[in-house]
């Protein structure tokens, strides 16, 4: 299995329900960060949680972090059809300078 | 907002063809990368470049791809003979001082290799 995997793959919830998303890592981390992706666009960068964080918040987001267990999960609350897209991890390797995206997790928010 | 912008944002080539693709990275970061992301797959880390040189480099980043930083404000990646498997999103990203700071990315070029 590769470094920065999200589960579920995909999630299908109705409009205003909250949205959790996880993601497992293999590597010792600098960062974590958490972009979205609408179908054919460029990666949007959400929020970065640093290695000594435990949790962090923005807006409707909040990410938290648990590096003993290599794994983060994005909630985002009170869903809206606006945030129907791609949600990727992505784990930064301290030595290597590079983050290593998972799968992604493909949020379905319904109207 | 500050943003990484790319061109062309869709390019079709023939097989054996050289590409390059082009980028504007944020004007004062320091880390340059392109990810690729082949349709419906994940994103895959191809090169990092720090310094006016590559730091870093996945086993997809063989010899047929090359970058420059040829002006101090371009980033560009060549691909020198292209292959069917290439056809790919290519996104450029920029982060700024420190490995630990957050890395933005452009909206990518798509390429389509025929």
């Known amino acids: 299995s590769q470094q920065g995997e999200e589960d579920p793959q995909a999630l299908s919830i109705q409009e205003g329900e909250n949205a959790t998303m996880n993601c497992s890592y293999k590597t010792s981390i600098n960062n974590l960060q958490w972009y979205r992706q609408n179908s054919g666009r460029g990666l949007v960068h959400l929020i970065l949680?640093?290695?000594?964080?435990r949790e962090k918040h923005s807006g409707r987001l909040r990410v938290t972090l648990d590096t003993s267990k290599k794994s983060s999960s994005l909630l985002i609350t009170a869903s809206r059809a606006a945030d129907t897209a791609s949600y990727f991890c992505?784990?930064?390797?301290?030595?290597?300078?590079?983050?290593?995206f998972g799968d992604g997790t493909t949020l379905t928010v319904k109207p | 907002e500050p943003e990484v912008t790319q061109t062309p944002s869709h390019q079709v080539t023939q097989m054996g063809q050289e590409v390059i693709l082009r980028c504007v990275p944020i004007s004062n970061h320091l880390y340059f990368y392109w990810y690729r992301q082949i349709l419906g797959q994940k994103v895959e880390f191809l090169v990092s470049?720090?310094?006016?040189?590559?730091?870093?480099k996945s086993e997809i980043f063989d010899d047929q791809f090359s970058v420059e930083r040829p002006d101090g404000s371009n980033f560009t990646l060549k691909i020198r003979s292209t292959k069917l498997e290439d056809s790919a999103m290519y996104f450029c990203?920029?982060?700024?001082?420190?490995?630990?700071?957050?890395?933005?990315f452009g909206e990518g070029s798509w390429l389509t290799v025929v």
């Open positions: 990203a920029s982060s700024g001082q420190g490995r630990g700071n957050t890395i933005y």
């Open positions: 949680i640093r290695s000594n964080e």
């Open positions: 470049f720090y310094n006016n040189e590559i730091s870093e």
């Open positions: 992505a784990a930064l390797n301290t030595n290597a300078g590079k983050s290593t």
